[in-house]
């Protein structure tokens, strides 16, 4: 394998992942960004807007026209925080909660396509060694920003 190798198949593999993934979304109506916003806010319904930028790791420029666009949806929905007129929290609406169920249908068909043809110790060492990988990088990127 010579160098560089790698690099172009996680690449690859990204792209192609990414597309699919989008393809099947766009089926639904939901649109870049809100497969993460829709899974956080399943587990943390009422949350607000600064968790959200905090835990998804966006800026809160994004999470705020994400927000506005989900909102138009019929997927979200924004209240103040009682006694905190500051805050707006974020609650799922039912359609909200639909969309996420179809993410994770999407998710769950992306999988199989991916590793159509692994044993489960294949899918689980590519998941071992995804998960290496993340982490060095994550690290490496610490590294940089000192």
Not at 58 to 64: G, I, K, M
């Amino acid at each position: 394998m010579d160098q560089g190798d790698l690099n172009r198949l996680l690449a690859r593999v990204s792209r192609v992942h990414y597309r699919r993934s989008f393809a099947e979304f766009a089926k639904f109506g939901i649109t870049q960004g809100q497969p993460r916003i829709l899974n956080f806010l399943v587990r943390n319904d009422g949350c607000i807007q600064r968790e959200l930028c905090d835990s998804c790791h966006l800026e809160p420029a994004t999470v705020t026209k994400l927000m506005a666009n989900m909102e138009k949806a019929g997927l979200i929905e924004r209240r103040n925080e009682p006694g905190n007129r500051k805050n707006l929290c974020v609650f799922l609406t039912a359609k909200g909660r639909e969309a996420q169920q179809c993410v994770e249908r999407v998710h769950a068909q992306i999988e199989q396509e991916c590793f159509a043809g692994f044993s489960v110790a294949e899918k689980e060492q590519a998941a071992q060694l995804l998960q290496r990988i993340g982490d060095n990088l994550i690290k490496a990127e610490g590294k940089t920003e000192s």
